[in-house]
């Protein structure tokens, strides 16, 4: 079972619908030639990798979106994660690594309507992820609403998940099976998770290079919210770990984004919120400076800061005892802090015009690279992703 479950992730990417200027831009619409009855699309092509002590992910990801002459749009999008781990967390038993795969797919649809003086966009999307001991779903709902000649964005999501939560021991004889000829190193359905998310937010570009934006994100879950491989030693006994039977998450976040036009160069200041009621409280400012070089290049380097507190029920292993309802072993309950430094590199692909590559002269290549420094057991990480994107 991975670290993040994938649910949890969908459930962030419903409350992320509406984008915002920069490179993480999710909110320009594709455009058909409505005159010819032509179809347009952009194709994507991205590599992600993760690295941190104990677990490494590899992750390919295509994504398709097409645009109708009469407004619909339609994107499906497909992950592998290739995770190798030897963490006890991930099911491990013995010293070993062991590589899990997971697939993903994605699909979205929407339309605007054009309102006269506004525009309202409303979309759906589902989502299936599997895994050998994790299968999660999800679906969602959103709307754009923009006025004053798209200047003033809202948007708002509703989004639901359902995950079917299993175990499977590494380590063992996969050829071990009981009377029944079932394997023992899959101990099948443990647990089931579900989940609502809803998330408002607002756009206002202020002056032609002044932009801000505000967002509220609300999660609650409940089911099987603890780490089925995770044992705590209490007194002398391990223990599986326990986590309370639900969470209800609050976040609130804000950006503003400034461009100076004779430099070229754009500032972006950033800050995030949460807390929830497991006492679990989180500061997350951030700062990105975007920069275009000549008519093809746009660079940009980030730092941002993350402080959280500790959950309620969190406490060294030690110090559990048997009267303690719940207990855990999971460093993300505890109090830390980290620090996340990078860079990423657009280019775009004009030059290849008159060349044999020219088809690919519309898109864009991109480039990032991020250092992390986590104040928990996890330790130092590194995030690599690079892409192509294709119009067409």
């Not at 070993?96 to 795969?101: A, D, H, N, P, S």
């Not at 003033?152 to 099976?177: E, K, P, W």
Request: glycine share 10%; hydrophobic share 40%.
């Amino acid at each position: 079972m991975r670290t993040l479950r994938p649910s949890l992730v969908f459930l962030a990417c419903v409350a992320l619908g509406v984008g915002v200027f920069g490179d993480d831009w999710l909110g320009a619409p594709l455009e058909a030639d409505e005159s010819s009855g032509t179809w347009t699309g952009q194709l994507a092509i991205e590599g992600n990798y993760y690295w941190e002590t104990s677990t490494r992910v590899v992750a390919p990801e295509v994504n398709l979106q097409l645009a109708s002459p009469d407004g619909v749009q339609i994107s499906a999008d497909y992950l592998v994660d290739a995770i190798t781990s030897a963490s006890i967390a991930a099911g491990v038993i013995e010293d070993i690594r062991f590589t899990e795969v997971r697939n993903q797919g994605t699909i979205t649809i929407g339309r605007e309507f054009d309102l006269g003086d506004a525009q309202l966009r409303v979309g759906a999307m589902g989502r299936v992820s599997h895994e050998p001991d994790y299968l999660a779903t999800g679906i969602g709902v959103n709307a754009t609403l923009s006025l004053n000649q798209r200047s003033t964005v809202i948007y708002g999501s509703l989004g639901y998940i359902h995950d079917d939560v299993g175990a499977i021991l590494r380590g063992m004889n996969q050829m071990d099976v009981d009377p029944m000829g079932r394997m023992l190193s899959n101990r099948g359905r443990v647990g089931e998770l579900e989940g609502v998310n809803t998330s408002l937010s607002v756009q206002q570009l202020i002056l032609p290079n002044l932009w801000v934006s505000a967002s509220y994100d609300l999660i609650y879950t409940q089911g099987y919210l603890a780490n089925v491989y995770r044992s705590v030693m209490v007194q002398g006994v391990l223990t599986p770990e326990t986590h309370p039977g639900s969470r209800t998450r609050h976040a609130l976040s804000g950006r503003i984004a400034y461009f100076f036009e004779p430099t070229r160069t754009a500032v972006h200041l950033m800050y995030r919120s949460y807390f929830d009621d497991w006492e679990l409280g989180a500061v997350n400012p951030e700062v990105r400076l975007y920069q275009e070089i000549g008519d093809s290049v746009t660079l940009r380097a980030r730092y941002r800061f993350y402080d959280q507190t500790r959950s309620f029920f969190w406490r060294p292993v030690e110090m559990f005892t048997a009267d303690d309802p719940f207990v855990t072993a999971d460093p993300k309950m505890g109090a830390f802090a980290s620090h996340l430094v990078g860079f990423r590199l657009l280019v775009q692909l004009g030059f290849l015009d008159a060349t044999p590559l020219s088809f690919l002269s519309r898109g864009y290549f991109d480039l990032s690279f991020d250092y992390l420094w986590q104040g928990s057991r996890y330790g130092e990480a590194v995030l690599a992703q690079s892409g192509l994107h294709v119009p067409f």
